[in-house]
């Protein structure tokens, strides 16, 4: 594509529209920005953006605005089917996402990861064995380095792993990975998508431009990825934890193995992980999958996952104070990571949970508390509604808390030697918190100062 002074509206301020914004214009476009937030401060955009916009627009949008605009790029936090979506679809502007501008102004190969849970975990897990294969390659995405970021520095043998959101998937068109992976499909981001049909629907965007000179590497176990299967364009491979595979990756007792074209190797066994929980041996099953899928050497590959220690925010270790060790899984933003958090720890367990309300149901979770947890202390927009859906399930040692400084403070007191506490939310962190990373880390920060005395 000409960006030369092509006029491109960049919607949302965010890390991702200040990243597509300098990207714009490096590539010679004349981007404007906007924010509905009219509290921004205009001089620290101006700033943040390398004084790049054409424009910076705060508060309302004018319509006469939208007349010299050629291009919208909507953050991921702002949905396709918003009024100002309508008004540029009316206007028959095209609207695209970060993810299909870095695809745009790129170079080299992709590798793309999406998927309800375990998404972050793997694709680090990816990158760290691309990594050990190749010069020069990028981790970008939903991980925490906007795929606009690096676009214009990669070259023709770049390889760029992306963890991809739903929310990122809504306005792809051309984007089209060598490798593409959905890890697994639960209820998620209902809010956002409506109904459960139209979140498996984007998920599966991911692979809608491929061709079988890709691949598309899925979960086996997961039923709904059953159908993507047969709708991929993709070759697909399948990674199981439950079943034998004639092509791909696949638990065999405590043994991870590999099959392809007839012959069966195992690659390593489940003790030699670093990473904790059921779900972990998941992602390592993916990663090495995606990897293999790619052309890596399965030596190269197994080297790396035995040395790999997963992923801040997600089931990691904090401290170990009074005998009570903590965990920080500020990651578990929905009911299924939350599950698989519970059922990765050994001991008795504290609970932290609740936040931002995404219309889940928590019935699933607190059923998974199978006599592990001890008790549950809620905070945030959900608390009431979760306390009031575990004692229906006759669960009642339960605490409400306003802050996650007083949830810590108060883990404190409940958990016994020997014990473990774990932030594990089931809940995204908005309204107390801008992401899950600052939560977790004032977790961590809370955690460090308590008394040892």
């Known amino acids: 594509m000409n960006w030369n002074e092509k006029k491109v509206l960049v919607v949302g301020s965010g890390i991702s529209g200040i990243s597509a914004t300098c990207l714009l214009g490096k590539m010679g476009a004349f981007p404007y920005l906007f924010d509905e937030n009219k509290q921004k401060s205009r001089e620290q955009l101006i700033k943040e953006t390398k004084g790049y916009p054409k424009k910076i627009i705060l508060g309302e949008l004018p319509d006469k605005e939208l007349d010299e605009i050629e291009l919208g790029i909507f953050s991921p936090g702002v949905p396709a089917d918003s009024p ?36 972050t975990t793997t694709t680090a897990l990816v990158g760290a064995i691309m990594k050990s294969s190749f010069e020069e390659v990028y981790v970008v995405g939903n991980i925490g380095i906007p795929y606009t970021q690096i676009a214009e520095k990669t070259g023709k043998e770049a390889v760029s ?39 498996i629907a984007m998920k599966e965007r991911i692979g809608e431009n491929q061709t079988k000179e ?40 405590d043994s991870i193995l590999y099959k392809e074209g007839g012959f069966l190797r195992e690659v390593l066994k489940i003790g030699e992980l670093k990473l904790l929980g059921e779900h972990n041996v998941e992602n390592v099953m993916a990663g090495l999958l995606i990897a293999l899928s790619f052309g890596v050497s399965l030596d190269c590959a197994k080297k790396v996952i035995k040395e790999f220690q997963g992923v801040e925010h997600r089931i990691e270790f904090v401290a170990e104070k009074k005998g ?31 936040g931002y309300d995404k219309g889940a149901k928590y019935d699933q979770w607190i059923q998974s508390f199978e006599g592990k947890v001890k008790h549950l202390i809620l905070m945030g927009q959900t608390k009431e509604k979760i306390a009031a859906c575990a004692k229906k399930h006759g669960f009642s040692s339960i605490d409400l808390v306003d802050t996650l400084e007083e949830a810590v403070n108060l883990s404190a007191n409940r958990a016994c030697p020997g014990e473990a506490v774990l932030l594990s ?14 939560r977790g880390k004032q977790f961590k920060d809370y955690v460090n100062h308590l008394k040892e005395d």
């Not at 100002?84 to 102004?105: N, T």
């Not at 739903?166 to 499909?185: D, G, W, Y």
């Not at 008795?348 to 609740?354: A, E, N, Y």
């Not at 939310?425 to 600052?438: D, K, T």
């Open 84 to 119: 100002l979506g309508k008004k540029l679809r009316e206007k028959k502007i095209p609207i695209w996402g970060e993810v299909e501008l870095a695809y745009a102004c790129s170079k080299g190969k992709v590798i793309a990861i999406t998927g309800t849970n375990g998404k």
């Open 161 to 199: 792993v992306a963890e991809i959101s739903s929310f990122q998937l809504e306005t792809i068109h051309s984007f089209r990975p060598k490798v593409a992976a959905i890890l697994n499909i639960t209820p998620d981001h209902l809010d956002r998508h409506h109904t459960m049909d139209n979140y």
């Open 214 to 253: 890709d691949v598309m590497v899925l979960n086996f176990d997961d039923p709904i990825l059953k159908g993507a299967g047969e709708r991929a364009k993709g070759r697909v491979r399948y990674f199981s934890r439950k079943n034998k595979l004639e092509d791909g990756v696949f638990l065999e007792k």
């Open 324 to 354: 009570v060790s903590y965990y920080n899984d500020s990651k578990g933003t929905n009911v299924d990571a939350a599950i698989k958090g519970i059922k990765a720890m050994r001991r008795k367990t504290v609970l932290i949970g609740g």
């Open 425 to 438: 939310p089931a809940c995204a962190s908005w309204g107390m918190f801008s992401n899950y990373e600052e």
